[in-house]
């Protein structure tokens, strides 16, 4: 591959449009609806096993501590 074809990746860039995506789409929502569009994030992405887990390892102890 040449120098020519060879695309980078600006990853500060992408971090940026990222943020500013989520900013647009959360910037007029209540701290409620907030909380209720990250869960929804999390459950439409690939961290959702992980986080169904800490879920239930969390609600199990805090529990025991009732």
């Known amino acids: ?10 990853c500060i ?3 940026r449009e990222a943020q500013n995506q989520i900013y647009e ?4 929502l209540t701290p409620e609806q907030q909380i ?3 869960r929804d994030a999390v459950l ?3 961290f959702r096993k992980w986080w169904e887990e800490a879920s239930t390892f969390l609600a199990k102890r805090s529990s025991k501590a009732s």
């Open 1 to 10: 591959m040449n120098k020519a074809n060879k695309k980078e990746l600006d």
């Open 13 to 15: 860039a992408v971090k």
């Open 36 to 38: 209720e569009y990250f």
């Open 25 to 28: 789409e959360t910037k007029d």
């Open 44 to 46: 439409r992405s690939r």
